[in-house]
């Protein structure tokens, strides 16, 4: 079973959180509004490795945090 750590309430089942997007969604370079909605909505990198996310405890603490996710071996972690 997958398990989340929330940096208040611990580490939980995934079902318990909701995934918010990537950290940062959206580069700074992207200044034009339109394009920053089209880059948050549909160019994801998909990357092979850690990633950092946020993420929302809807069944816990109801907070959102920010964390580092390996997606070769969904390791969790916190950002420095
Ligand atoms: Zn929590």
Avoid: K
Wanted: one cysteine or more; hydrophobic letters at 30%.
């Amino acid at each position: 079973m997958l398990r989340v750590t929330c940096p208040t309430c611990g580490t939980r089942p995934y079902e318990e959180f909701r995934y918010g997007s990537l950290f940062p969604v959206t580069p700074d370079s992207i200044t034009d509004p339109d394009a920053r909605q089209v880059d948050h909505a549909w160019m994801q990198d998909n990357v092979a490795g850690p990633i950092t996310e946020r993420w929302f405890h809807e069944a816990g603490c109801r907070r959102w945090f920010t964390a580092v996710r390996d997606t070769r071996t969904d390791a969790w972690s916190q950002p420095d």
